[in-house]
């Protein structure tokens, strides 16, 4: 037998998205007592900014099922990239994007910063993380939260799940 269409969205993830249909879907599981997110330790070699990001992120995404400790290690690397990518936009706001550089004609050429070219790789690795992680409004539908836990009750119009800020 074929099957056409898409695959139906979980419940959870309808009502991640903030979707009408999932005040209209049934609950699959009954509702059970919340379970506490699970608690994994932060890396010890990150900086004060990475060990910022990463409590304010552990809190966020274990509480709404986003991520378990399988994931420790992607965290771990996006909060480390984050860090790296601060003080990198840090130096470039400092000195700038660009220098100039006149040779012995008298031609002025103008040459990026090296912090310049590194926070825009170290961004484009951000954004690669945050869309493995749910950060994102396009990646979150396809997050799959942890079975029996319902990571944004009552959302819908009006209401946010808590994530939109890092976007």
Partial sequence: MVVRGRKPKSVGALRLTGSRRARKAPETTPPTEKKSAPSFRQPEWLDATGRAK???LHRLLTGHGVI??????????YCD????????????RK????????????NTRWIRYHESRIATELLRSLSDMEQQMGLTPMSRP????????????????GRTTGLEKYI
């Fill in 54 to 56: 990463w409590r304010e």
């Fill in 68 to 77: 378990d400790m399988t994931d420790a290690g992607l965290l771990a690397r």
């Fill in 81 to 92: 990239t984050y860090s790296r990518w601060r003080a990198a936009r840090n130096a470039t």
């Fill in 95 to 106: 000195h700038g994007e660009c220098y100039s550089v006149t040779d012995k004609n008298g």
């Fill in 142 to 157: 396809r997050i799959q939260t942890t079975p029996g836990e319902s990571p944004a009750e009552g959302s819908g119009p």
